[in-house]
Nanobody, 127 residues
Framework: EVQPVESGGGLVQAGGSLRLSCAAS????????IGWFRQAPGKEREAVSC????????YYADNVKGRFTISSDNAKNTVYLQMNILKPEDTAVYYC????????????????????WGQGTQVTVSS
């Protein structure tokens, strides 16, 4: 079973950038979809972005469109989330998760279709 492992979180000032990585452990991401989610203190976990490794289809939440970019490097079995123009409201623990290859088309993007989750990485944006 493939297990995702996140890295790249940290503290950044508003307007800055961070790149999160989600690496496959135990197997590969081939034929799967990888989703990024986040959970802020006191809030529910929400979908941020998704990419299918089969056809490259992507999904972005409205509140990150134009600022975040998801990409995959299939040779490295790694998915990236480039986050630009960060805002304090982007502060959260970010998780990546593995789902079936077509789940990025679901609207809204449900958490329940992702079966394997990473431990999360903290992103803190200061004002």
């Amino acid at each position: 079973e493939v297990q995702p492992v996140e890295s790249g979180g940290g503290l950044v000032q508003a307007g800055g950038s961070l790149r999160l990585s989600c690496a496959a452990s135990g197997s590969t991401f081939a034929d799967y979809a990888i989703g990024w989610f986040r959970q802020a203190p006191g809030k529910e976990r929400e979908a941020v972005s998704c990419i299918s490794t089969t056809d490259g289809s992507t999904y972005y939440a409205d509140n990150v469109k134009g600022r975040f970019t998801i990409s995959s490097d299939n040779a490295k079995n790694t998915v990236y989330l480039q986050m630009n123009i960060l805002k304090p409201e982007d502060t959260a623990v970010y998780y990546c998760a593995v789902g079936g290859g077509d789940v990025c088309y679901y609207r809204p993007l449900p958490l329940g279709v992702f079966g394997s989750w990473g431990q999360g990485t903290q992103v803190t944006v200061s004002s």
